[in-house]
C-alpha cells in the first residue's frame, strides 16, 4: 500500500510543478533527514499530494505513512531558499520515529476537520529547532516540515521557526504571502491547534528578529523586483551611461540576507580548500593578499535570467523574476588567480591538455578534465566550474577582493568571492568561504536544476538530470536608450558632439520606476488630443538615436552590432565604442568586457492615428490591446555577431523554455508616434518604453502578482546570477 501511496504522492507533486531532485541531492537528502508519521488530511487542492482518504495504520491517535515523499518548493525565506528541493524520506525502525499523543477532535464548538489531530502549543514547542521533527504553525493549523528542512539550502533559518509560527517570518519574506504557496504548505499538515490555545480562533501573535535588518544600503536608483532578499537592476538610463557599472549600480542578485563580515575583521576571513585526496589547507584573507601575485581582470557579470521579461512577452510564461535588460554590469575585479592558490594548496592533476585516453594505472596524476570546482558562500550558496576553466591560464579566474578600484561592497560579495569571467554568474559565489575540488559537480540546487535550459517543447516539468549545466554564456545584446525627433536635431543625446545635455530626451527616463509598469504619458491622452488641426497625416522621416550593449560569453569579442528601424527588413550597422582604448579600463587575457554601441538613422515615415479611427475602435468596444495594434508604429531591432561568428536567434518562441533562462533573441523596442496638445501647440510626440524595467504593458499590481507567483515556481532559487 506504501508503494502505491508513493507513486499518487509524486504524481500529484509532478502535476504541481515539482520534479525529483539529483540523484546526488536525494543521496545527501537521505544522510540527513529521519523518517516521521505522515498525517494525511481528508481533503486536499486538487493539485495537493496524498491521498483523498486518510490513510490508518496501527497505533493509537496518529497514522504513520512511512514511504517515499516528494518535498515541494520552499515555503519559508526568499531568493535561492525557493529553490525547489526534493527529499527523499528512509524507511526507519518504529521506535527510531518521535510519536506525539494528540487530542483527537472536535471539541466543544470546534467544527474543524474531525479526522485530523488537535494539538495543544506546548506540543508544538518540542517540536523546535532542535527536535528531529519540527514542526510549525500557520493560523490554526500544525505541519510537520521534516521532509525537507534537513536538505534545504536554508534549514537554519526555517528552524527558527521551528516549534512556532511561520507567519512572522512570511511578513519578512513577504513573497511568500500568496494563496499559492499557502496550497503548498497544505501538503503538509498534520492537525490543529487545540482550541484551548485559541483567542478568536487564533494563537498569540509573535515577533522575530528580521534576519535582513543589517543588509547594506542600496542606491535608491536601483529598480527593485524583490526586497527580501534584495534583487535590483540598474534603470535603462544608467545602465550603460559608463564603461565600468558604478559598484551602487551594479545589479544585485542574493538569495538571502547579505552577511555580515565587519570591515575590520575582514583579513581573518577564512578561506578553506579541500583538494580530492581529502586534504584541506586554509587561508586568509591577509595570507591570499600577501602570498600571491595581485590580477585585475575587466568583466561582464550576467544573470541568466537577463531579459526573462522579453521571452515572457514574446514567447509565453516563465518562471522567475521578471528582469528586464538590467541584470548584467561590467566591472574590473581585483584579486588572486585561483589556478595560483589551487597549485600553493597541493593540488596535482595531469595536464589538462594531454591525452585523456590513458589507461588508469598510467595515469599519475587525476585527468584534471574529469574534475570539478565546488565553490560555497558563507549563507549556503553553492555553484561550481569545471577544474580546466580554473586551471587556464587564460581563463583568468579569480578570488576577488577588489572591485572597480575598491574593496568589495556586502552586496558583491566581501570580502570574497570568485570572479569567473565569459561564465554565467551563478558560477561567481559571493561571501566565498570553501573550495572543493571533486570528482562531481556542487550538488547544489543551483548547479543541479535552476541553471539549465531546455527544448521549447520540454514544458515546466523537464528531466534536470538530461541537461548540463549553464556554463559559458551565449551572445547578446539590448537597446537602453532612445531618442527621437527634436531631441536628436537639439543635440540633448548625451554622447551627440560631446553634449552633455541630458533634459526633454524622448527615451525611457519619462517612464515611471516601477517594474512591469509603464506610466501613461502625454502621448496617451484623451481621444480629443487626436485629429486636431494642425497634426500631419504622416511624420516626417525623423531622425533616431539608439545606444546599448552588447556581450558575448567564453571571451569571444563583439564582432558586430545590427540595427533595423523597420522591424527586420532591412539593416545599417551601429559604431562600437573602443572603451578598451582608455588606460586602466580593460584587464584580462581575453574579451570578457561587454561592448558599448551607438546608432543615429532615420526613422521610415508613417502615418498618424486620427480621431475617427480611435473614436470607432472605442465606440465598438475595441479592447486596448487591439487598439494599440491600430497605431502606426515601428519596431526597433538589434542583434549582435561575436568574433566567432554566433549570432542571436530570431525568436524567442525557437529558445522559449519555461524556465526563461537565456533569452537571447534580438531585442525589439516598439515605438509609435502620436500627435497631441501639451498646451503650447499641437505636435508630434512618440511613445515607448518597452526598454524600461521588465517592460510590461500591464498595470502594476497584477504584474506584481505574476512575478510572485513566478518566483515561488522557482527561481528565486534561481541562482546567484
Known sequence: MAANVSKRLAASA?????????????????????????????????????????????????????????????????????????????HHDDDELEHVKPTRGPVGDDSRDPSLPRFRLADVRQHDGSSAQPWVTFEDKVYDITDWVAAHPGGDVILRAAGGSIEPYWNIFSIHKTAYVREILNQYLIGYIDTEDLVNGRPAAETIEDPFQQDPARDPRLITHT???????????????????????????????????????????????????????????????????????????????????????????????????????????????????????GLKVADATSSTQKAAGEQEHPDAN????????????GSSIPLPKALDPRGDVLLAFGMNGEPLPRDHGFPLRSVVPGTVAARSVKWLSKIVVSDEESPSQWQRRDYKSFGPNEGANPNWDKAVS??????????????????????????????????????????????????????????????????????????????????????RGVARVDVSLDGGKTWDQAELLDDCAVPGNCFGNKSWAWKRWRYLGKLPAMELPDSSSVNVARAEGECEEERKKRKHCTTLVVKATDDAYNSQPETHSSIYNARGNLATAWHRVRICPRCTNNGEGKGVTWSTGETFGCGFKKEAEATRESMIRSAVLGIVGSGQS
Not at 543635440?491 to 512591469?516: C, F, H, L, N, Y
Open 14 to 90: 509532478m502535476q504541481a510543478g515539482q520534479r525529483p531532485a539529483p540523484a546526488s541531492v536525494a543521496r545527501l537528502s537521505r544522510a540527513a533527514i529521519r523518517a516521521r508519521p505522515l498525517h494525511q488530511s481528508a481533503s486536499r487542492n486538487a493539485k495537493g499530494a496524498g491521498p483523498k482518504k486518510p490513510i490508518e495504520s496501527p497505533g493509537a491517535g496518529h497514522r504513520d505513512v512511512r514511504t517515499s515523499r516528494v518535498a515541494p518548493l520552499g515555503l519559508v525565506v526568499g531568493g535561492g531558499l525557493l529553490a525547489s528541493l526534493i527529499a527523499l524520506v528512509q
Open 370 to 381: 574529469a574534475l570539478h570546482v565546488q565553490f560555497s558562500g558563507l549563507e549556503a550558496y
Open 470 to 555: 549553464i556554463q559559458e554564456m551565449p551572445i547578446t545584446s539590448a537597446v537602453t536608450g532612445v531618442w527621437v525627433g527634436d531631441c536628436v536635431r537639439k543635440g540633448k543625446v548625451p554622447w551627440m558632439s560631446g553634449s552633455k545635455q541630458t533634459g526633454g530626451i524622448a527615451d525611457i527616463a519619462a517612464v515611471e520606476r516601477k517594474v512591469g509598469f509603464t506610466a501613461k504619458t502625454e502621448a496617451d491622452g484623451p481621444a480629443k488630443d487626436f485629429g486636431l488641426p494642425d497634426c500631419p497625416k504622416e511624420t516626417p522621416a525623423e531622425p533616431v538615436a539608439l545606444q546599448g550593449y552588447a556581450y558575448s560569453g567564453g571571451g
Open 227 to 345: 526586497a527580501k532578499p534584495r534583487n535590483a537592476e540598474p534603470p535603462n538610463e544608467e545602465l550603460d551611461r559608463e564603461f565600468k557599472t558604478p559598484n551602487g549600480l551594479f545589479y544585485v542578485r542574493n538569495h538571502m540576507w547579505v552577511p555580515v563580515v565587519p570591515e575590520e575583521k575582514a583579513d581573518e576571513h577564512v578561506l578553506s580548500i579541500e583538494l580530492p585526496d581529502g586534504e584541506t589547507k586554509s587561508y586568509t584573507l591577509a595570507e591570499l593578499k600577501e602570498k600571491f601575485p595581485t590580477h585585475k581582470v575587466t568583466a561582464v557579470l550576467q544573470c541568466s535570467g537577463n531579459r526573462r521579461n522579453d521571452m515572457t512577452r514574446h514567447a509565453g510564461k516563465t518562471n522567475g523574476l521578471q528582469w528586464g535588460v538590467g541584470a548584467i554590469s561590467n566591472a574590473v575585479w581585483e584579486g588572486v588567480r585561483l589556478a595560483d592558490v589551487l597549485a600553493d594548496a
